[in-house]
DNA sequence: TTGAAAGCGTTACCAA
DNA sequence: TTGGTAACGCTTTCAA
């Protein structure tokens, strides 16, 4: 920059106000010009930590997710990714094991760098100690699947998990079933809970009996890509006591597709016998042998909403803004392992 | 720091290499150990952002893919994120729609943040301007799979494509597979390529016919996660004129399971009448309704290898540390696609 | 073993 | 419309 000062024969605060307030930019359009042009020459770069040190804000905000591996986390960062990029934010993508101590050291880090903004996938439990500073603080936040989580206030877009439930439960009425078998690992998370409630209350109230619950007896699955050899045995252990005790399944794609498998190796049609319905409308759904009925929850766009949401909280001086919680739809995507083609 | 200085009665010098070099630390015990007290009791946190102006060290490392959604530039970015974290670095992650002049404005930007290295998956084609620029300028880089794409000798890791080739031919003459086909979109790609004349040359060496090549004339899937329609029509089209001249194909995880579904449709029995052969031992094979066999490439372990190669790079003053080129090898994982059980 | 000074590249603030 | 000054928080270098 002061190169280009002296090249110019000006002052390098003129120069930086050029090269930076495009709009309300009051310098004379001659010197701009010229200015512009020498900064091309000579292949003018900002120095961004220099700008972050002197101006306060970084231009960086943090997506933290226990794992961007798959499905959700994934969607949700290559959402934001896209969005923030196009508005000239950087973000820093980091992942952790799920628990509340990781959680608070990647927060810290990312406040180390002066990040000016944090969407968060909130660890399943704990205290949440760095996170609940930071949104007392005003610092802007916002939560991904956090409203049922959280115990304090904070921007949040969640998908609506009582619709996702009462969507898959409609369509297998609607498609002639009645004997609903809900099958999932242990359930840690809240997502199940709210769902499965939702699934239930349907049910009574249209004046059907209850779901089957069909728990498969196994640590939750942690790292996915390794081994399906595990739950495939879970799976196959809960089935076999449960033969003929339903004529449909509900859960997620990845369990929804294994439970097909077995389903499948004891000579059971889907869905002539039994439909099986997904979640997440993930790769396995779209791409897999059996086309899956699932539940598509936009994730990619509540990567760029998050981002809506943070840019207005960080545009904001005072943090006098009102919480907001969205509830981003869920659609049901309907495939071939629920109705016949 | 300051402040830290001022309660201790030191200078802000003593301070800082007190809280940096751990190791060679030549400050006095009981100096050391207040200011180490204070630092805790204030709540010390670093500012990153003025260690990096003043430093010129940024601890920080860029990662460049043409999309981190699933499959190998997923897993390596885990890979790579996690490594870097142990080691106190942190990965600035970004995708690309894969076009040279995208990768170009992405390596601008994370030079002007003072990377400290970069990990980069090269676009497909383009001049690849910047970043030979940075190569030719002794700037720690790694590529990965850019061994076979790039004109300029470059730290690199890819997998052995050739291998994948061989084991996919190897495993499937084993299993008593004579009629081979691949298929695959129009490639636009190096792996297919160099893949492909492996298996062609395996299948010569060994006196056989050469492999019907099964093209699916659709442009590239450059968004996954979208819809399987045109692919499948693609594949459809593709398989029906060539019915019954191939008892074995060869694609990677996505068109294996989609080309697989299409077989089954037509009341193909796999593995019975013709085995289908995966690539990337991705979800879709893992979790898929069929287990599919497919070759592994190790991704994660090839972004913790980058990371390694880059430190070496990094450590290094003067660039006079020759290039290395590390081929990371690839296994079969075997799955009922494939053999009978 | 510690201190002093300088400065990294930029922007905020006020004076001209 | 432009210039000057100071400062952001830290590390480097050298002197005490």
Redesign the pocket.
């Known amino acids: 920059?002061?190169d280009i000062?002296r090249q110019a024969?000006?002052?390098?605060?003129?120069?930086?106000?050029i090269?930076?307030r495009r709009s309300n930019c009051?310098?004379?359009?001659?010197?701009?010009r010229h200015v512009m042009k020498l900064a091309g020459e000579l292949g003018?770069?900002?120095?961004l930590a220099?700008?972050s040190?002197?101006?306060g804000r970084s231009h960086v905000i943090g997506y933290i997710s226990p794992g961007f591996g798959t499905g959700s986390p994934n969607s949700r960062a290559m959402g934001l990714t896209d969005t923030a990029m196009q508005h000239d934010y950087t973000v820093i993508v980091s992942s952790h094991p799920n628990d509340s101590e990781s959680e608070d050291r990647l927060i810290r880090r990312l406040a180390d760098r002066s990040m000016d903004g944090l969407v968060i996938y909130p660890a399943d439990k704990g205290p949440h100690t760095e996170l609940r500073r930071l949104v007392n603080d005003g610092f802007p936040v916002v939560t991904l699947d956090g409203s049922a989580l959280l115990d304090f206030e904070c921007d949040d877009i969640s998908p609506d998990y009582q619709q996702v439930g009462r969507l898959q439960v409609r369509h297998l009425l609607e498609t002639g079933r009645r004997r609903i078998g809900l099958i999932d690992t242990i359930p840690t998370g809240r997502i199940n809970v709210i769902r499965d409630q939702a699934i239930r209350d349907l049910l009574a109230r249209e004046g059907l009996p209850p779901p089957l619950e069909l728990q498969i007896a196994i640590e939750d699955l942690q790292s996915e890509f390794v081994d399906a050899e595990p739950l495939v045995t879970g799976i196959r252990a809960c089935l076999e006591t449960q033969r003929g005790c339903f004529d449909a399944l509900i859960s997620h794609d990845t369990l929804a597709s294994l439970a097909a498998r077995i389903l499948m190796e004891t000579g059971c049609r889907i869905p002539g016998d039994v439909s099986v319905m997904g979640a997440g409308n993930s790769i396995l759904a779209i791409y897999g042998l059996l086309p899956l009925t699932s539940i598509s929850t936009a994730d990619d766009q509540a990567g760029a909403l998050a981002f809506g949401l943070l840019m207005d909280r960080m545009k904001q001086k005072r943090a006098n803004l009102p919480f907001r919680r969205i509830v981003s739809p869920s659609n049901l995507i309907v495939r071939s392992s629920t109705i016949r083609t």
């Open positions: 920059m002061s000062a024969g000006i002052h390098v605060t003129t120069v930086s106000q090269l930076n009051w310098a004379s359009e001659a010197t701009r003018y770069r900002p120095n220099a700008r040190l002197r101006s």
